[in-house]
């Protein structure tokens, strides 16, 4: 595992007199504090060099920062250390027993993901490890071959949307293990459109939601595209120019708002689009309840500039790609089977947007018809473990493909990538 030490978080009581000492002796730079509501916690971070120091100030009394001051008295509180890969490091420390405080990352500040290690394990000092959100390895492109085919994972940065929405009827102390929400309620989601080469050319699957959302919607959906789909592409060594076809799993506009530019062109200026008849004709006549996932400028300019082909049903899009309605979502969501040399992988989008919805009830409330999302789930995942389907989780902030697995009756993810 390499590390670096990001900062040293210091337990304050008095943060004039702290202040006094780091910015007026020191003569140190402050910034602007920030409040972590969720943990009763002001931060105040002084850059020194490639590491900082974190002045931590409680807001309550309640807050871990107020017990740990009147159980041990102000002083350095916990360490940080960066990781490129944090689920990769947190089983790297569960494999050799060591104790954790988080199984699972959660969102830190800045999109970053965050787990503590237990002091007891780390002789006497709080340990937290920390993954950037961007770029950070769970966002880098990763390739497999398969079969005759290439595919390549890549991403359109990240996104946060409701953890109640994204879970419906579970409990928020159910999802909130798998899926930890933020100050404003929101869970941590990636786009990650999936690039399929062959002998016939390049191929895309979904294009992320593009760069056309303005600053108020940017904030309410938590849009972070700092690292966006060409970083991606380009690092895979590819470029949009590359794509010969883009293909939608349904056009909601976080899987197809990045088909169009700022400007409303084609983004992908060599490509044909290829879009479900009927899709379009749901997307192009949004009723109350759909009306604010599907943005007109995402789509109806790739008609006018001609690079649309319709097509109708369940059919092959390509030699070993072939798309397959579920409903559910949308009245004709799809997801895409990618087949060859008898190896199956399947791009799920919505219907499996991450690794927490592998619990065929675990359905979003965003769905306009649940129990055919329920149907259909049930019957494909107990496909998809009988038959070994190489899943592709669109959404999942940390594992972009892995394996359905089931022992003792209990479901789980082998990462693949
Ligand atoms: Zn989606």
Redesign the pocket.
């Given at each position: 595992m390499k590390a670096t030490l990001d900062h040293v978080g210091i337990a304050v009581a008095d943060i004039d007199a702290a202040l006094a000492f780091y910015r007026d002796a020191l003569g140190l730079d402050i910034e602007a504090p920030e409040e972590v509501t969720s943990q009763r916690v002001r931060a105040h971070f002084i850059p020194t060099g490639p590491s900082a120091l974190e002045l931590l100030e409680a807001t309550a009394p309640e807050s871990a920062i107020a017990t740990f001051i009147a159980k041990r008295g102000p002083g350095i509180h916990h360490l940080t250390l960066r990781v490129d890969d944090i689920v990769a490091a947190l089983a790297h420390l569960k494999a050799r027993g060591i104790r954790l405080v988080d199984e699972q990352p959660r969102p830190g500040a800045e999109g970053a993901l965050v787990a503590f290690i237990h002091p007891s394990a780390a002789h006497g000092v709080l340990i937290e490890l920390k993954q950037a959100a961007s770029p950070g390895a769970n966002l880098a492109p990763k390739a497999l071959a398969w079969g005759d085919l290439h595919l390549t994972s890549v991403n359109d940065g990240v996104l946060r949307l409701d953890g109640g929405a994204m879970f419906s009827v579970v409990p928020r102390p159910l999802w909130e293990k798998k899926a930890p929400a933020d100050d404003r309620n929101r869970i941590l989601?990636s786009?990650r459109p999936l690039v399929v080469q062959g002998a016939w050319g390049t191929l895309m699957i979904d294009c992320g939601a593009g760069d056309k959302m303005d600053a108020k919607q940017r904030d309410i959906y938590g849009l972070d595209r700092a690292r966006h789909l060409d970083h991606a592409l380009a690092d895979a060594g590819l470029s949009a120019d590359a794509m010969d076809v883009v293909l939608a799993t349904h056009l909601?506009f976080?899987?197809f708002g990045g088909a169009t530019d700022a400007a409303l062109r084609p983004r992908f200026r060599r490509a044909r689009y290829l879009i479900r008849a009927a899709e379009w004709e749901d997307a192009t006549h949004p009723h109350e309840r759909n009306r604010a996932s599907y943005l007109q400028d995402d789509f109806v300019p790739l008609k006018a500039a001609g690079v649309v082909d319709f097509y109708e049903g369940d059919t092959a899009i390509r030699p070993g790609v072939r798309v397959v309605r579920t409903g559910g979502?949308t009245g004709q969501h799809q997801i895409v089977f990618i087949e060859s040399a008898g190896q199956t992988a399947v791009f799920t989008?919505?219907l499996i947007?991450t690794v927490a919805h592998i619990q065929d009830p675990w359905i979003m409330s965003?769905d306009l018809f649940p129990m055919e999302t329920l149907a259909f789930k049930r019957r494909f995942i107990r496909e998809a473990i009988d038959r070994g389907y190489l899943i592709f989780f669109?959404?999942d902030p940390l594992v972009a493909a892995g394996y359905i697995r089931e022992k003792d009756g209990r479901r789980y993810v082998e990462r693949v990538l």
């Open positions: 989601l786009m909601h976080d899987h979502h989008a919505d947007p965003y669109e959404h």
